[in-house]
Structure formats: structure tokens, C-alpha cells
């Protein structure tokens, strides 16, 4: 059966430092990958997707950015975190026309 | 661009009453319907999805949505409400084909014992 593992689960970083989020999938190949975040009262915002291996599709420009550099790794990344930057991160999957299926999610939390 | 409403942000019942939380989406087009659940401290988890067939679909816990595509509506419903439903609801909409999904804001559901 299919995974999603995503860490860490929560994560405390100080304003300007860089950020590293990793989401791995398990028991398929070539999955869509995603990454959203999500706020209170705000559902969940899509941030990237990506549909194969180095292929990365922006929603929102902002101070992320995402990397696949295998078919199953999908990474968030930050140069420089900024406080707006706090939030609950999710990263998902999905194959054909399947759900989504979501991981436990990030908290992360910029001082 | 689609776009997902929830009409209701807050929705706070008794233990036995009836729920429906409102879901309106903007495609006109063939879409896939979904509605997702978060309770307090987990991950989301699929409630229950449409594709096509049958308007009416069932999901776990009792719940099901109707697909009214006249109306552009996938409501959630459950005849009777327990405090263990207390969670957050996501619907979901994506364009048949696509890849990307667009959720509403979602509603809070509180039960009260």
C-alpha cells in the first residue's frame, strides 16, 4: 500500500535562516506531488505541484521554493524564512485521477 | 480559475441533529468532487469523492453529498450528528484531466454533547 511520510512535525526557526521540508512517497511511481499550506480560515492554498521528476509548477509566487530530485521526494525550501512564513505545511500526492492524499503536516513556526 | 465556496465558516449542532455544510464551485466543465475531513491533532483524510454515475454518493461515518450540477453544489449531509464528528470539512474540486485540486476555506463543525 501507499505512504506519505513528511518531517519533521513541527519545526521552530528563527527569522532569516533557511528552511528544508521533506516529503517522501511510498508504494507508487511517478506521482504527482504536492505542497500546500494551510491557515486558519483560509483553507488550503496550493503552493507547488509537480507532475514528474525535476518538473516543478508554481502557484503562489513567494519565498518558497520546491524541489523533486527523485520521483518520490518533494522538498520545501526557504533561503531566508521570513515571519510570514509560520504555518502549517502539507505535502500530498496523487495518481491519475485518485484523491489526494495528504501527510501529517508541518508546523512551522518563524521567530 | 475555479474558485470553491464554503458559505459557512463556523457550524456549532447538538449531538443528534442534522448537518449540511454547503459547498458551491465555479467550473462549468466535467469536474471530481471531494470532501475532506481533519479532526483535531490529524491529517486530512478523504470523507467521500464523485466522479460520475450516481449523484448521490456515500461516504465513511454515515456521511454523504449530493452532486447537483445545475446548481454547481456537492453538499455534505448526515442525518444525525455525533461530538466525535467535531473536525474541520474541506470540499474539494478539480477539473477532470487536471492535476491540481482547489479546496474551499473550510468549515468548522463543532458537536456539543
Known amino acids: 500500500s501507499q505512504t506519505i511520510h513528511q518531517w519533521p512535525a513541527t519545526l521552530v526557526q528563527p527569522v532569516g535562516s533557511p528552511l528544508s521540508l521533506e516529503c517522501t512517497v511510498e508504494?507508487?511511481?511517478?506521482?504527482?506531488l504536492y505542497w500546500y499550506r494551510q491557515a486558519a480560515g483560509r483553507g488550503l492554498q496550493l503552493l507547488f505541484y509537480?507532475?514528474?521528476?525535476?518538473?516543478i509548477s508554481s502557484e503562489v509566487p513567494q519565498n518558497l521554493s520546491a524541489s523533486r530530485p527523485q520521483d518520490r521526494q518533494f522538498i520545501l525550501s526557504s533561503k531566508k524564512l521570513l515571519l510570514s512564513d509560520s504555518g502549517f505545511y502539507l505535502c500530498?500526492?496523487?495518481?491519475?485521477?485518485?484523491?489526494?492524499?495528504f501527510g501529517n503536516g508541518t508546523r512551522l513556526t518563524v521567530t | 480559475a475555479q474558485s470553491v465556496s464554503q458559505h459557512n465558516h463556523h457550524v456549532i449542532l447538538s449531538e443528534a441533529a442534522s448537518l449540511e455544510l454547503g459547498c458551491n464551485y465555479s467550473?462549468?466543465?466535467?469536474?471530481?468532487l471531494f470532501w475532506y475531513v481533519q479532526y483535531p491533532g490529524q491529517h486530512l483524510q478523504l470523507l467521500l469523492k464523485?466522479?460520475?454515475?450516481?449523484?448521490l454518493v456515500k461516504g465513511i461515518k454515515g456521511f454523504e453529498a449530493e452532486f447537483i450540477k445545475s446548481k454547481f453544489s456537492f453538499n455534505l449531509r448526515k442525518p444525525s450528528v455525533q461530538w466525535s464528528d467535531t473536525a474541520e470539512y474541506f470540499c474539494?474540486?478539480?477539473?477532470?484531466?487536471?492535476?491540481?485540486?482547489?479546496f474551499g476555506k473550510g468549515t468548522m463543525l463543532l458537536v456539543s454533547p
Open positions: 509537480s507532475v514528474g521528476i525535476g518538473q
Open positions: 474539494a474540486v478539480v477539473e477532470s484531466g487536471y492535476s491540481t485540486l482547489t
Open positions: 467550473y462549468g466543465g466535467t469536474v471530481n
Open positions: 508504494g507508487t511511481s511517478n506521482p504527482n
Open positions: 500530498a500526492w496523487r495518481q491519475g485521477a485518485s484523491p489526494l492524499h
Open positions: 464523485y466522479f460520475s454515475g450516481d449523484p
